[in-house]
């Protein structure tokens, strides 16, 4: 398609236009619903993309589209439209495989693991930075928080004294924020100036005398040959993780706490339900995207979605229009907390995904609980909002005002919240498994020493990864108060996507299952009364709650229905706990429960839990709304995420050898573990980010072997190839794999 096609908008494509700034999300859906690819004399003539497929493709293909200086031609920087002043930025603005020894570089220092090590450093600096503002009452969240946390993070752990963190934040954000040819954009390079300066002076430093900072590692390491790096490509790779990890993650950040602040529902969501945080970053970042758009340079003609491109010719990649295109995002506009939304590709995809995407999101998090937690009743001063001027390449906002009830600072509270604990997987014995009801398995999990287990309350559920790579949550339903064992069941789903037939195939006492959490998304909430409704295998956590009510002595009812008495699992449990308190409802003998009828009977504050099927959810969502209870109403949905996952058969898996190439060893991968784990046990510094098979972070070049792909990453002709794969999921067909590690 072409430009002279488009009937909305009428003025040719410009991602920096007043019309897309006021609009990034809806500016591109009217191209994409008009003209999906085209080009645009903008700019110096550029052809722009707004789907999801086409931005995968193009960011992937290095072979095809390139983000190198020297093939786009001329001076200024290759990745954006327009091109802007600045030094080559390693690894970014390299192709493979001159980008691959920068990323060999820094990757270790950016694994799960190592960002992990720094949680109570940037707990600390948080809680410092809020202790300057908290007893006043009123804040800019850019100039007091968003801005100098991320520096004074980033640079600490680099390794820059504490003298420079306010002289580097402030200008690193200005090259952000300001108009080109601005008096600030001026001050912006002063700073960027001053940072190459104090780069070189800390290479020099840690080489004479190395610390355990980033810089003592980055500024010691040897390439292959024995030499060290030089100054300029230290100066290039240093700069870039400043710039990337301080005003993107303010950007984030900033727009989150503009909208918890006009959707004062899904704050008090958060602050309900702290672990729902980890669920929601994913979400906030799809939806708020800092890095709106990069490019790519044409290598020789190619066609994307219809359109020709020509050798020389640059490619508009938006992750803003990928992030929102409805083929892979249901209702987009919309901000769902519990929405599987790690295909994002805010961290971007491929060679160049973000390698400090693990820093962002600890940074991100650490900043937004301690709002949540310090600062709850904050409000933005709406007429105070200042966004970048323009937001065709990076989004965020310039100034965000807001007032609150102070509150003290940290130092002089005692006790006040400690860091976090990093997120860890736990391999877990199976001690039971066994017949709940009709296809459905109870399985029942215990450390395999006999140690206690991490604690937690009804609404908790825990994240199993099964051994051929999936992933799948399952709500707690045994007692709390048992320190030593976990109790989950599972409804067997033929015509699924097969994590839950897994479930059921490999669930057997004295198998080992690797779980994650246990984390809730579902709290049960102080109330005079409750009423517990459950559709199937809904009963799973609204069992645990039924139990904790009756424990406190709190009146309830518990509305139980299913398609059969025999699907109906704990059935019999429900009854022995609840008496006459319940009610069971199989479906061919009483037909569906009378939702208003349950409401209206409910007591004016009684709270209203329900978990089960969508369409029961939807239905009592509805009832609620009608009768004005929507804010009593809480409920989980059965959110697998799981749509665009590759179908296979675990009943397949096959025991083979990894040889890596790199470090010379020789690995087992057993049928019932995943081959990232196993790898990991030699590799410690492997990159990865989802373990599902779609994010591409773990995408390794296979050298010999027939590869066993089950990502949604790779296309069809890449699978044939059998050049890579995504170490995360895949297996491998042949008896041994050689790999690029």
């Known amino acids: 398609m072409t430009e002279h096609q488009l009937t909305t908008p009428a003025a040719p494509f410009d991602h920096h236009s007043a019309e897309c700034n006021a609009d990034p999300v809806g500016y591109y859906e009217a191209y994409r619903q008009t003209c999906p690819v085209g080009r645009t004399t903008a700019h110096g003539g550029f052809v722009y993309t707004t789907r999801y497929a086409d931005v995968v493709r193009i960011a992937r293909d290095d072979d095809a589209f390139s983000s190198a200086r020297s093939v786009a031609g001329g001076d200024g920087t290759a990745i954006v439209i327009p091109r802007g002043p600045g030094l080559e930025q390693y690894p970014i603005e390299l192709d493979p495989p001159a980008a691959t020894e920068y990323r060999d570089l820094i990757n270790p220092l950016l694994t799960q693991d190592a960002v992990a090590t720094l949680a109570p450093m940037i707990a600390r600096h948080t809680t410092r930075v809020i202790d300057a503002f908290i007893t006043e009452g009123s804040v ?15 640079l600490d752990w680099l ?38 300066q104090r780069i070189r002076e800390l290479i020099v430093e ?58 004062p529902e899904d704050r008090q969501r958060l602050i309900d339900s702290p672990d729902l945080l980890h669920n929601a970053t994913e979400e906030f970042l799809r939806a708020f995207a800092p890095s709106q758009s990069m490019a790519r340079t044409a290598r020789a003609d190619a066609e994307v979605g219809g359109c020709p491109v020509t050798a020389g010719e640059r490619v508009l990649i938006p992750w803003v229009a990928a992030n929102h295109d409805p083929a892979v995002f249901p209702e987009p506009e919309q901000i769902r907390l519990d929405r599987d939304a790690t295909r994002h590709l805010s961290f971007g995809i491929g060679s160049h995904r973000c390698a400090g995407a693990h820093l962002a999101r600890l940074m991100f998090r650490e900043m937004i609980t301690q709002v949540l937690t310090r600062l709850p009743d904050y409000r933005v001063v709406e007429e105070g909002l ?71 309350a009804p609404g908790a559920h825990l994240e199993v990864r099964l051994p051929s790579g999936r992933v799948r949550q399952y709500s707690l339903c045994g007692d709390p108060d048992d320190a030593h064992h976990y109790r989950i069941a599972a409804l067997r789903e033929a015509g699924g996507r097969g994590g839950s037939v897994e479930l059921h195939a490999v669930a057997r006492a004295g198998a080992t299952l690797s779980v994650r959490g246990p984390r809730n998304h579902f709290p049960l909430v102080d109330a005079p009364g409750y009423l517990f409704l459950a559709g199937g295998i809904g009963i799973t956590p609204i069992l645990a709650m039924a139990r904790e009510a009756d424990r406190r002595g709190v009146p309830f009812r518990l509305v139980y229905g299913g398609r059969t008495r025999a699907s109906m699992a704990f059935a019999d449990e429900v009854v022995a706990l609840a008496g006459d308190r319940a009610t069971l ?34 239905a009592l969502e509805r009832t609620c709304a009608e009768a004005g209870r929507s804010g009593q109403l809480h409920v989980e949905r059965f959110t697998a995420g799981d749509d665009l996952e590759v179908a296979f058969d675990p009943a397949a898996n096959t025991e083979f050898e990894v040889h890596l190439a790199r470090t010379g060893a020789t690995v087992r991968v057993p049928r019932d573990r995943r081959m990232i784990d196993v790898l990991r046990e030699t590799v410690p510094g492997l990159t990865y980010d989802c373990e599902k098979g779609y994010c591409g972070a773990c995408e390794t070049r296979v ?32 008896e041994r794999l050689v790999l690029d590690l």
């Not at 402030?170 to 601005?182: E, N, V, Y």
């Not at 005003?247 to 900033?254: N, V």
């Open 585 to 618: 409802l199989p479906q061919d003998e009483a037909g569906l429960p009378d939702l208003a009828a349950l409401v209206a009977s409910a007591g004016p504050d009684t709270a209203i839990y329900c978990c089960g099927p969508t369409a029961m959810i939807g």
């Open 386 to 456: 200042v966004t970048y001027p323009t937001r065709g390449n990076q989004t965020g906002w310039d100034a965000v005002p807001a007032v609150f009830t102070p509150g003290p600072r940290a130092a002089d509270t005692p006790g006040a919240r400690p860091a976090a604990g990093p997120t860890v997987d736990r391999d877990l014995r199976v001690e039971v498994a066994a017949v709940a009801a009709d296809d459905v398995l109870e399985v029942r999990l215990a450390d395999a020493a006999g140690a206690p287990l991490p604690p937690w």
């Open 206 to 263: 840690r080489r004479a005398q190395p610390t355990g900072d980033a810089v003592s590692y980055l500024a010691t390491q040897r390439r292959p040959d024995g030499e060290l790096f030089d100054a300029d490509e230290l100066v290039s790779v240093i700069g870039l993780l400043i710039a990337g990890g301080v005003d993107t993650t303010t950007s984030l950040t900033g727009s989150t706490l503009v909208h918890l602040s006009r959707h």
């Open 159 to 196: 390794g820059f004294p504490e003298a420079d963190w306010a002289k580097l934040a402030g200008p690193i954000h200005d090259i952000f924020a300001a108009l080109p040819g601005s008096e600030r954009a001026a001050r912006g390079a002063a700073g960027l100036a001053y940072l190459d």
């Open 703 to 734: 050298l010999a072997g027939t590869p066993e792909h089950r990502d949604s990453l790779l296309t069809e002709a890449e699978r044939a190839a059998g050049r890579s794969m995504m170490i995360c999921v895949g297996r491998s067909c042949s």
């Open 140 to 154: 800019d969240f850019v100039r007091d928080l968003t801005n100098p946390l991320p520096a004074a993070v980033t």
